[in-house]
Nanobody
Framework: QVQLVESGGGLVQAGGSLRLSCAAS????????MGWFRQAPGKEREFVAG????????YYADSVKGRFTISRDNAKNTVYLQMNSLKPEDTAVYYC?????????????????WGQGTQVTVSS
């Protein structure tokens, strides 16, 4: 069982930056692939970025590639999402998710554990 708590969301102007954090409970955090998803009003929840259990592999949605960076600190049971050059279309609730697997899934249904989400609002 893994419990996830996101933080770091807020209101930022276009072109600005935010860093989201996701703190996980449990001693097996290092065995989980971690992902970030987001959901804008009226839209489906979509994959943003993922990182393998050891941190050596990452994968990004095309819409955020080159602007967002996912990382993890297994000693702190935390995964991060650094978001730069933010755009109004990045406005959404951001969720972190965990799954015990060797790959980096991109589908919502493939993740077993979810946080409660943190709101990111980018003003133009």
């Amino acid at each position: 069982q893994v419990q996830l708590v996101e933080s770091g969301g807020g209101l930022v102007q276009a072109g600005g930056s935010l860093r989201l954090s996701c703190a996980a409970s449990g001693r097996t955090f290092r065995t989980y692939t971690m992902g970030w998803f987001r959901q804008a009003p009226g839209k489906e929840r979509e994959f943003v970025a993922g990182i393998s259990w050891g941190g050596s592999r990452t994968y990004y949605a095309d819409s955020v590639k080159g602007r967002f960076t996912i990382s993890r600190d297994n000693a702190k049971n935390t995964v991060y999402l650094q978001m730069n050059s933010l755009k109004p279309e990045d406005t959404a609730v951001y969720y972190c998710a965990a799954v015990s697997t060797v790959g980096i899934p991109t589908m919502r249904g493939e993740y077993a554990y979810w946080g409660q989400g943190t709101q990111v609002t980018v003003s133009s």
